[in-house]
């Protein structure tokens, strides 16, 4: 598979509205799991919209904070596994890497090679939600995980990512006819 420019952007932005955009997810980002905490449907898709604005947006090195922070939050809060956030520091890396797919599969199917954002959102989720869920079954069965890590990371993160491509696609276009 040939990888275009990560570079490359759905829309060009002036650059002081592109660092604002990026220091404001990145807050986000990293805030929103410590605020709200639950439901983990609605942390999750505004999270997963950020990853896909920030795809259609923005370069890589600029994405890598909204990739990274919300897991972090989560962990630094405490709040959303409860007496299970201590497991989450064995799924944290692979969480990096699930947001790093989903955010991937958007700009090199849709920005790079132009191809329909809905199959690309369908494919690029569960391509995320796959990889998280046998991680964790891999933890699961070797009890490093408890039974709930199974739904958190598998049919839950495939609903956010998809929650989170409509919100994110549907941003993106709102912000293109305000500006």
Wanted: aromatic content about 16%; overall charge positive.
């Amino acid at each position: 598979m040939e990888f275009k420019n990560f570079n490359e952007r759905v829309y060009d932005f002036p650059r002081l509205y592109e660092n604002i955009e990026i220091v404001v997810f990145s807050a986000v980002s990293f805030f929103l799991p410590m605020v709200l905490g639950h439901p983990q449907l609605l942390v999750g898709s505004v999270i997963n919209a950020l990853i896909v604005i920030s795809a259609l947006h923005h370069p890589f090195r600029k994405a890598l904070p909204v990739i990274m922070l919300p897991s972090l939050g989560v962990l630094t809060a405490g709040l959303l596994f409860g007496s299970f956030t201590s497991h989450l520091v064995y799924m944290i890396p692979f969480i990096w890497i699930g947001n790093a797919l989903l955010w991937f599969g958007i700009k090199y199917f849709y920005v790079n090679k132009k191809k329909n954002i809905v199959i690309n959102s369908i494919g690029s989720s569960f391509v995320k939600a796959f990889f998280l869920f046998s991680i964790a079954s891999v933890f699961y069965f070797s009890g490093l995980v408890p039974q709930m890590f199974l739904i958190a990371m598998g049919p839950l993160q495939l609903g956010t990512a998809l929650m989170g491509c409509i919100i994110g696609k549907g941003f993106s276009e709102v912000v293109v006819r305000a500006l």
